[in-house]
């Protein structure tokens, strides 16, 4: 059973144009996403997070958008650049209870930035 | 300024083998955490460790896995009897506390692990 989904494998956009990555999760006890970006051969690097106080969180052309009452998040990355093609992983954690340390992570959604 | 190193970056074992994972955190940190990586899968957490202990395996196989992070030298991941559906990705995390609230963990490269 898959508690963090991203449906879409990959995604493909052009160079100065928005990319819009999604993410939904069934798990009512997640209260805390990230968002990691991954390139090949290389660890998860952390990108953004947001906790579920909020509904949206910004750092530079990284904005997270987190609507609780429908369980999904997206990352949206403005203006995208061909240095973002990677893959894009949501996690989740439920950081109130005994194991706040560890992450749920869906399958990834491979990102490519056309110049 | 090193990250979280892991060797080796390749691994390959027949099946039967042992497979032996090592990791060493980031300085400063005393968790470690050990994730694994299906092929089209994401990342499925497998064990915490602080230094000596083992905090939560319970994403370990019941059978073949075993972790450790003693007190001295890197944590170590073991599968014994290593068969072809233990090909994966193996990544290692640290942390310098529990993760909590705005703590993020650093990975690791990864171990790439394959069994003919």
């Known amino acids: 059973d898959q508690q963090v989904k991203q449906n879409s494998p990959s995604l493909s956009v052009q160079e100065g144009r928005i990319s819009i990555l999604n993410c939904d999760y069934t798990?009512?006890?997640?209260?805390?996403f990230l968002w990691y970006k991954k390139y090949p051969a290389e660890g998860p690097t952390f990108l953004i997070s947001i906790s579920s106080i909020k509904d949206k969180n910004e750092d530079g052309r990284f904005t997270v958008f987190l609507n609780k009452s429908a369980k999904h998040l997206s990352l949206h990355i403005v203006p995208s650049q061909p240095g973002d093609s990677a893959v894009y992983f949501c996690?989740?954690?439920?950081?109130?209870?005994?194991?706040?340390?560890?992450?749920?992570f869906g399958k990834g959604t491979l990102l490519t930035v056309n110049p | 300024n090193a990250g979280v190193m892991q060797n080796p970056r390749h691994l390959v074992r027949r099946r039967g083998q042992e497979a032996r994972l090592r990791c060493s955190p980031m300085?400063?940190?005393?968790?470690v955490y050990w994730y694994r990586q299906l092929p089209e899968e994401g990342l499925k957490f497998m064990v915490y460790l602080q230094k000596e202990n083992i905090i939560d395996e319970s994403g370990m196989p019941k059978e073949r896995f075993s972790a450790e992070f003693p007190k001295e030298g890197p944590s170590i991941l073991r599968i014994q009897q290593v068969v072809r559906g233990d090909s994966a990705a193996y990544f290692c995390?640290?942390?310098?506390?529990?993760?909590?609230?705005?703590?993020?963990?650093?990975f690791g490269s990864g171990t790439q692990l394959s069994v003919l």
């Open positions: 995390a640290s942390s310098p506390t529990t993760r909590q609230g705005n703590e993020k963990l650093f």
């Open positions: 996690a989740a954690s439920a950081t109130r209870g005994g194991s706040n340390y560890k992450l749920t």
């Open positions: 798990n009512s006890m997640f209260d805390y």
């Open positions: 300085k400063g940190h005393s968790h």
